[in-house]
């Protein structure tokens, strides 16, 4: 969702004083606080909890026995991309509407200059890595799919090759629906003074429907939702019937299941994360408008959905605590200052022995025996 700024084309520092807003006054009552403002302050340290969380993934994932298989290197990916979209977000959505900063709201200080910056430049680069998270979690659900419901045929199509490939044109198709968003707004960089370029609701009609409601709509929310929702419904099955016999799954299959279970959360995060963001480009579809800029429960609602937004991509790095015990091993080996190769030696223990795979019948996984 684009950041608050007047569909007439007035700047975003007149329109914190010509459109209503929601007030939250200090207990001295010296100072009234917008919503804007208040908003801008919680996702503060969100958003910077997430910037760690997304650099000790990085770091994480980045270990050679960790980015060597298909699902390292799509968590990888998507750490990388998360922070880069908490990275655009901090200046976008926090940095620009907080009261304490120095020469906040004045045209022509530093402070409106770099904003008026953000929201032309750096907002369509989030948005840009915000659609190729999306994509990055169908590539996690479709991989998880063929793991738990085909997993004769992983080794055929979720190879790292394969996956490499299918991360290159996720990013380049992403560049090319987001291209349009640098010309949503114009700025004078002189006084940092924003005007609607595309985004002029009135004006472009073409472009706030076909691009801003449908394009986004179908891309960004329905074609990904209805790929995960059919492929994990079936993971969710195979599921329950791995359960029933969870005495025929060798170590490495019940392994395989936690991992499928940490995805599935993150899966079902996104969805919940994004789905008010979708329900709010269907409102203002109705309205043929942004709805934010005319009433301030859209307005509260649109801050609540970028909140949300931050807040999913944040969340990761606690995911992967919970469930994955290596990010656990890695993490408690820099902190007790291991060697790392200590590390790779333990989780490498075992692979001499050579195995050959047995079909079960029943459970959807491949049974592995010694030889």
Known sequence: MPPVIDHYGRTHFELEYMLPNTTVSSPSNSYSFTVNEVFAMIMLPIIVIGIFGNTVSIFVYSRKHMKKSTVGFLLLSLSIIDLIVLLTALPTFSLYKLPFIPGYMKIGSFHTILSAFCIVYVYPIGCTAKMTSQYIIVLIAVERWFAVCRPLQVQVWCTLRNTIRAMIYIVVIAIMFNAPRFLEFTADLSTGIVNMGLSHSSNNKWYFILYYGIR???????????????????????????NEERKLLTTQQQKDKRTTTMLLVMVILYASCHMFNTSLKFVNLIFKTYAQFQFTLFRVLHHISNLLLVTYSMSTFFIYLIFSVKYRQVIAAVVSCRNMEELNTTSSRGKAKQFHVKTTSSNGYATIKSV
Do not use: E, M, Y
């Not at 179908?218 to 599921?239: G, M, Y």
């Open 216 to 242: 986004s709509i179908f891309f960004d929310t329905l074609i990904p939702f209805a790929v995960i929702s059919v492929t994990n419904i079936q993971v969710i099955k195979q599921l329950k019937k791995s």
